[in-house]
């Protein structure tokens, strides 16, 4: 277990896993001290798709669709429900385009309309007390592309430590460490500070440390 404090070292981005969540961050663009800019070209995508240039939402899609189901994954545990959050976040993203102001890049936007989304279909599934299978070869599959070299107990270990973390704790970290995002995004992702993303990612990777520290005196091994 030596290489999980490389792993959660800071600074290193990690591979996905599967997370649970239910709460639901609001979908406007206030409430967050550190909104992410957003760059002249994510501007003019997002002018393109207010004058209802289809064009601009395949080039929407072409740019971050891969990355939108990767997390939905993480998000559903569910690559069929991943399509389909994806599908519907597109749909709801062409209704409420109007709403876009550019006070974050319209990525994050996008982004967050995709968590929730996600975290409405998690609470569907519990009201309709679906059993969510914890498809561990499926999740196996996504972490190799990203870790080729973690061994597979470990990565079993790492996703099931995820799994106990906070609701909060687990948005941060998956979408810092996995998906790549800057805190500054999270933060309007979340509707929160950087300073609390920062914060929250503190903790999650100590409480995930601690779980996954092995039992004293095992780095002994058998030596009398």
Same mark, same amino acid.
């Given at each position: 277990? $030596?290489?999980?404090?490389?792993? /959660?070292?800071?600074?290193?981005?990690? %591979?996905?896993? #599967?997370? #649970?969540?239910? %709460?639901?961050?609001?979908?406007?663009?206030?409430?967050?001290?550190?909104?992410?800019? &957003?760059?002249?070209?994510?501007?003019?995508?997002?002018?393109?798709?207010?004058?209802?240039?289809?064009?601009?939402?395949?080039?929407?899609?072409? +740019? #971050?669709g891969a990355r939108m189901k990767n997390l939905a994954r993480n998000l559903l545990s569910s690559p069929s429900?991943?399509?389909?959050?994806?599908?519907?976040? !597109?749909?709801?993203?062409?209704?409420?385009?109007?709403?876009?102001?550019?006070?974050?890049? !319209?990525?994050?936007?996008? !982004?967050?309309?995709?968590?929730?989304?996600?975290?409405?279909?998690?609470?569907?599934?519990?009201?309709?007390?679906?059993?969510?299978?914890?498809?561990?070869?499926?999740?196996?599959?996504?972490?190799?592309?990203? &870790?080729?070299?973690?061994?597979?107990?470990?990565?079993?270990?790492?996703?099931?430590?995820?799994?106990?973390?906070?609701?909060? +704790?687990?948005?941060? !970290?998956? /979408?810092?460490?996995?998906? *790549?995002?800057?805190?500054?995004?999270? $933060?309007?992702?979340?509707?929160?500070?950087?300073? &609390?993303?920062?914060?929250? /990612?503190?903790? &999650?990777?100590?409480?995930?440390?601690?779980?996954?520290?092995?039992?004293? *005196?095992?780095?002994?091994?058998?030596?009398?």
């Amino acid at each position: 277990m $030596a290489s999980v404090g490389l792993v /959660l070292a800071a600074g290193h981005r990690i %591979s996905p896993w #599967q997370r #649970q969540g239910e %709460s639901r961050v609001q979908p406007s663009e206030t409430g967050s001290s550190s909104n992410a800019a &957003a760059n002249p070209e994510d501007l003019a995508l997002a002018a393109a798709c207010q004058r209802g240039d289809l064009h601009a939402y395949e080039q929407l899609f072409r +740019q #971050q669709g891969a990355r939108m189901k990767n997390l939905a994954r993480n998000l559903l545990s569910s690559p069929s429900d991943a399509e389909d959050a994806v599908q519907e976040t !597109f749909l709801k993203v062409q209704r409420g385009i109007n709403s876009f102001r550019g006070q974050s890049s !319209f990525v994050t936007w996008t !982004f967050r309309i995709l968590v929730n989304t996600c975290h409405d279909m998690r609470r569907r599934r519990v009201r309709r007390k679906e059993d969510v299978v914890d498809d561990a070869s499926e999740n196996s599959k996504l972490l190799e592309s990203r &870790a080729p070299g973690a061994h597979p107990s470990l990565r079993l270990a790492l996703e099931r430590a995820i799994a106990t973390l906070t609701q909060h +704790q687990r948005d941060v !970290f998956l /979408l810092y460490e996995v998906e *790549g995002f800057r805190h500054a995004e999270i $933060a309007s992702m979340l509707e929160i500070t950087e300073t &609390a993303s920062k914060n929250t /990612l503190f903790y &999650a990777k100590k409480n995930l440390r601690e779980m996954l520290a092995p039992p004293r *005196g095992s780095q002994l091994g058998g030596a009398e």
